[in-house]
Structure formats: structure tokens, C-alpha cells
């Protein structure tokens, strides 16, 4: 069964930092395009960003390019999200999946986790 577990989310002040990590179980990370959501209180879930299964392509949302790098590691099976320079608008519940292209929200299997709170104070 496929399952992503996110950890990594926190509380920090605006302007610093937080980084993310995803790992899924029930398959073999590498081969997939991943990518990262995230759910502000009361707004719709949206796409963040992507990357390859081989991490040489990224797509970014346009309010946190820039800010947010997403990586991977794929001998350890994880994928990471950096977010630096943080803003209270980036306050959300923050999800990874496995996406069908790294440019698209397109999930290729339906299962979310419980995602990892991130928060930024003034």
C-alpha cells in the first residue's frame, strides 16, 4: 500500500528556515516524479512544486521560486523540501506524493498522508 509519511515541520519566525522530508512507503521512490502540496487553513490544497525521478528537472509555484528547493536522494528513497525565507503566508499543512510529471499535480496513485504542520510567526 502506498503511503507517504512527511516530517520536518515546525514553528519558525518570519525570514527563517524549515526543511522537509517525504518518504513513501509501498514503493520505490526513485522511479517517480514527486512532488510537494501544501493546505493553508480555510484554501484550497495546492501543487508547490516538482522534481524528476532522476531530480535534474524542478517546477516551482511561482510565489516560492526562489525560496523553496526541492531535492531528493534517491539511494535513501527520500525527497526533500528547503524553504527558506519564510513568510506567514506559507503557513499550511504541507504534503509530498508521487505525481505522474514534475511539471503537473497529477497524482499517480491516490493515497495522501498526514502531512507536516509548518508554521511562521511575525
Known amino acids: 500500500q502506498v503511503q507517504p509519511v512527511e516530517s520536518g515541520g515546525g514553528l519558525v519566525q518570519a525570514g527563517q528556515s524549515l526543511r522537509l522530508s517525504c518518504a513513501v512507503s509501498?514503493?520505490?521512490?526513485?522511479?517517480?516524479?514527486m512532488g510537494w502540496f501544501r493546505q493553508a487553513p480555510g484554501k484550497e490544497r495546492e501543487f508547490v512544486g516538482g522534481?524528476?525521478?532522476?531530480?535534474?528537472?524542478?517546477y516551482y509555484l511561482a510565489s516560492v521560486k526562489g525560496r523553496f528547493t526541492i531535492s531528493r536522494d534517491n539511494a535513501k528513497d527520500m525527497v526533500f523540501l528547503q524553504m527558506n525565507s519564510l513568510k506567514r503566508g506559507d503557513t499550511a499543512v504541507y504534503y509530498c506524493?508521487?505525481?505522474?510529471?514534475?511539471?503537473?499535480?497529477?497524482?499517480?496513485?491516490?493515497?495522501w498522508g498526514q502531512g507536516t504542520q509548518g508554521t511562521v510567526s511575525a
Open positions: 509501498g514503493v520505490a521512490l526513485r522511479n517517480y516524479a
Open positions: 522534481i524528476s525521478s532522476d531530480g535534474a528537472s524542478t
Open positions: 506524493n508521487v505525481i505522474v510529471t514534475w511539471w503537473a499535480s497529477t497524482l499517480r496513485f491516490y493515497a
